[in-house]
């Protein structure tokens, strides 16, 4: 499975866009990028996955870089209820294939 | 649907002694997967399985047994507990090949375990 880097923590002013970085320089060709959240000490949460296109769905957008080797999840209007542990995570494309969680970044939303 | 059910919510051992948290799910997923989650520090795999009969091994599975004989439910056993096995325990399901988004993991509310 390939690595990915997150920064450890991110502030965003309630309203504004809020860009979390992931790098992923190993990927393959038939792996994935999703994203996860954590609420608290809640279960985490699925956001959002992609190949190579862009993709936006109700929550958010992921923007992956055409070398595939970094990703961006972008929440268009953060609030306060976005703050939370984001997870970037690389995984291969068959539905037995392993979810293998990093550190994540915790991003802070205020006010 | 309930969705994924834990139990026990909270749990606190002795060391040495045995437990099994419980991890049951109503949405007739192939795939189920345990995960430990320790203070500030993300997810990992404990163990998994991909159908009824069969489990396999993730990260850190020492200490740890699983068995799945139903589709609906995954057991965690911890044999002989340790203090270095308190942590939050999450279960997890997704649906197998040709059902709803692959790689989307339904998660239970967690079960925190303390071992003394």
């Known amino acids: 499975d390939a690595k990915t880097t997150q920064p450890t923590s991110m502030d965003c002013a309630e309203g504004r866009a809020a860009n979390l970085p992931c790098n992923h320089s190993?990927?393959?060709?038939?792996?994935?990028v999703y994203w996860y959240r954590q609420i608290h000490s809640q279960g985490p949460q699925y956001i959002i996955h992609?190949?190579?296109n862009n993709e936006t769905n109700e929550m958010a957008s992921l923007i992956i870089t055409e070398d595939r080797k970094s990703s961006t999840l972008i929440l268009p209007h953060a609030t306060l209820r976005d703050t939370a542990v984001y997870y970037c995570?690389?995984?291969?494309?068959?539905?037995?294939?392993?979810?293998?969680f990093g550190t994540g970044t915790r991003l802070q939303v205020f006010p | 649907n309930a969705g994924v059910t834990q139990t026990p919510k909270f749990q606190v051992l002795k060391t040495g002694q045995s437990m099994t948290l419980q991890c049951a799910q109503d949405?007739?997923?192939?795939?189920m997967s345990w995960y430990r989650q320790d203070p500030g520090m993300g997810l990992r795999l404990i163990h998994y399985?991909?159908?009824?009969?069969?489990?396999d091994q993730g990260e850190v599975p020492n200490g740890y047994n699983v068995s799945r004989s139903t589709t609906e439910d995954f057991p965690l056993r911890l044999l002989s507990a340790a203090p270095s096995q308190t942590s939050v325990y999450f279960c997890?399901?997704?649906?197998?090949?040709?059902?709803?988004?692959?790689?989307?993991?339904?998660f239970g509310e967690g079960s925190r375990l303390t071992v003394l």
């Open positions: 997890a399901s997704t649906p197998g090949a040709g059902g709803g988004r692959p790689g989307e993991l339904f």
């Open positions: 190993t990927i393959s060709g038939n792996e994935y």
């Open positions: 992609g190949l190579k």
């Open positions: 995570i690389v995984r291969g494309s068959y539905n037995t294939d392993k979810l293998i």
């Open positions: 949405m007739n997923h192939e795939y």
């Open positions: 399985s991909v159908g009824a009969g069969i489990t």
